[in-house]
Every structure is written in C-alpha cells, then in structure tokens.
C-alpha cells in the first residue's frame, strides 16, 4: 500500500463523513437559527428554549435520513473491505 492509496482511503472516509452527518447539521443549523431569530425577535433570552427543538429536529431528520446513512456508510464499508481483499 503506497501514499496515493492511503490518501485515496482517507478521502473516501472523510467524504462519506460530510455526506452521512451533513444533513443532519444542516437541520441542526436551521433550526438554531430559526430560534435564534425567534429569540431575538421576542426578546427572551432563555439559553434552554434552543435544546429541544434542536433535539426533535435532529431526532425526526435522524429517523427520515437513516436509509441513506446507511447506505453511504454501507458503501464506504464494502469499498473498504473489497480493498482488504485485494490486497492479500
């Protein structure tokens, strides 16, 4: 294994990180800024009114994004084990 294949490998996992968790911090972002601007708009200032939104919306986007995280990371494990096999 030479530094092309290691640096490919390394790529391939860092992408399927971005492409797995992306999603759900986008969801996270929107709906943090959507109760920020709330916030800011109303005037009330309580650090704990962001939790639990942020969590049930991470939560739902979690359960509707699951097959397609599961596959990304389904694709990235077969790629990674079919590269174990080829080099032995």
């Given at each position: 294994?030479?530094?092309?294949e290691?640096?490919?490998?390394?790529?391939?996992?860092?992408?399927?990180?971005?492409?797995?968790?992306?999603?759900?911090m986008?969801?996270?972002?929107?709906?943090?800024?959507?109760?920020?601007?709330?916030?800011?708009?109303?005037?009330?200032?309580?650090?704990?009114?962001?939790?639990?939104p942020?969590?049930?919306?991470?939560?739902?986007?979690?359960?509707?994004?699951?097959?397609?995280?599961?596959?990304?990371?389904?694709?990235?494990?077969?790629?990674?084990?079919?590269?174990?096999?080829?080099?032995?």
């Amino acid at each position: 294994m030479n530094e092309s294949e290691v640096i490919e490998i390394s790529r391939e996992g860092v992408m399927a990180i971005i492409v797995a968790g992306g999603p759900l911090m986008l969801v996270a972002l929107g709906v943090g800024l959507t109760i920020s601007l709330i916030q800011a708009l109303t005037q009330v200032q309580e650090m704990t009114l962001a939790f639990v939104p942020k969590i049930l919306a991470i939560f739902g986007a979690s359960i509707l994004m699951a097959p397609f995280i599961i596959a990304t990371l389904n694709t990235l494990t077969v790629s990674m084990f079919d590269r174990i096999a080829a080099l032995s």
